[in-house]
């Protein structure tokens, strides 16, 4: 967003009728507003009402331009208030989004589908937002199925093609065994798989990345992994192509994590190693290169390179990212068979982690840490 939105003459139009604010969730500094404002996913777009300071729409994730702008319009209008009808109860959806209320939201987008006619401009919206507010409910089956019935209403668009890709995300979280599962994925896959067919649907890149990782992680889940490796391949070729027109380092370093994960997948870490390499020598303050390489190199047994580069990641890193990059060095040690240097490593990342402020606490690596060192059979 930073590198490709933001910067955007279009949202000109748009500069002075909001305060443009970028917070850096890492730094310590900026736990008093994630105390009021949580954050749950990255991107976090939040479009916040002055006077009393309420959030009055929340969206997860990266929007391209025109997406942005009616979320913009979108939030103005939820600040202004007087709306009737639809309109007022999708505002209102967004409020409670916002304010994280997820089941109030869900049930608020759900009368406002209900309340509005077929060809309501802001109906594919709103079923992503119901998507988001399902999942962040842990509803996966109401959110697959919801999606399923909206998808032949909504024209194919960005919107239309995210539905696709919520959807058959939230059908991948629910449980194996039931019934509605294998009624769902199969025809979201489909969806996906159309969505990222010609002709391309002019989406944010990170957002077709998403479809790709979905897609893939479906062949996985179905035990088709030659399907799987089929999809990172093609996967990675699209981040590549990307991620050459970027026009700056900073850009095309957009592109690193997604291209991290395809070759991980694909099981060929060493695709993406020069990419990591140039990000590192052209941004060479930023923690990120380093500690990806640090991932793929691990991966590909290069375990002295590995150490190294881990190394150089936690000393340019922070707050809750370098919890993690001491995980993943104790992780590196431990394959080194250096049982005494995975244990310091992993109990520094515990005593990191739990002295930041609790809204910047990372529990999942928290919990990664306590489970390594009881592995390991720390005190």
Same mark, same amino acid.
């Given at each position: ?70 979320? &913009? ?16 109860? &999708? ?211 290069? &375990?002295?390179?590995? &150490? ?72």
């Amino acid at each position: 967003m930073h590198a490709n939105v933001f910067t955007d003459a279009r949202l000109g139009r748009l500069a002075g009728q909001f305060v443009w604010l970028s917070v850096d969730t890492e730094k310590a500094e900026n736990a008093g507003f994630l105390e009021r404002f949580p954050v749950e996913a990255w991107p976090s777009l939040f479009v916040i009402e002055p006077k009393e300071e309420r959030v009055v729409l929340r969206w997860l994730g990266s929007a391209t331009v025109e997406q942005l702008e009616a979320l &913009l319009e979108d939030g103005a209008r939820a600040a202004r208030g007087g709306a009737e009808g639809a309109e007022a109860l &999708l505002a209102r959806g967004d409020r409670l989004y916002g304010e994280g209320d997820k089941k109030g939201a869900a049930a608020a987008f759900t009368e406002a589908l209900a309340d509005a006619p077929a060809d309501w401009p802001r109906r594919a919206r709103t079923v992503e937002s119901l998507l988001m507010a399902l999942s962040g409910a842990d509803e996966p089956e109401t959110c697959a199925r919801t999606a399923l019935a909206e998808l032949p209403r909504l024209p194919r668009s960005p919107s239309w093609a995210n539905v696709a890709g919520l959807g058959l995300g939230c059908a991948l979280e629910g449980p194996k065994t039931p019934a509605w599962k294998a009624e769902a994925v199969a025809p979201l896959e489909k969806r996906v798989e159309e969505a990222l067919a010609p002709p391309p649907i002019p989406m944010a890149p990170d957002d077709v990345s998403g479809l790709y990782e979905v897609r893939a992680s479906a062949r996985q889940e179905a035990g088709d992994e030659a399907g799987a490796r089929k999809v990172a391949e093609t996967w990675l070729a699209y981040l590549e192509a990307e991620a050459a027109k970027a026009p700056s380092p900073e850009a095309r370093a957009v592109f690193d994590s997604h291209r991290v994960t395809a070759a991980l997948m694909l099981g060929q870490p060493e695709r993406v190693l020069p990419a990591l390499q140039e990000s590192e020598r052209a941004l060479p303050e930023d923690y990120n290169p380093p500690a990806r390489q640090a991932v793929v190199l691990l991966r590909m047994g290069r &375990l002295d390179e590995a &150490l190294a580069a881990s190394d150089r990641a936690v000393a340019r890193a922070y707050g809750p990212r370098k919890v993690r990059i001491l995980n993943d060095r104790g992780d590196i040690l431990l394959a080194r068979g250096d049982r005494s240097g995975a244990r310091t490593s992993y109990a520094e990342a515990l005593a990191l982690g739990q002295s930041l402020p609790k809204p910047q606490q990372p529990r999942r690596e928290l919990r990664r840490a306590e489970a390594k060192l009881k592995e390991l059979g720390a005190p």
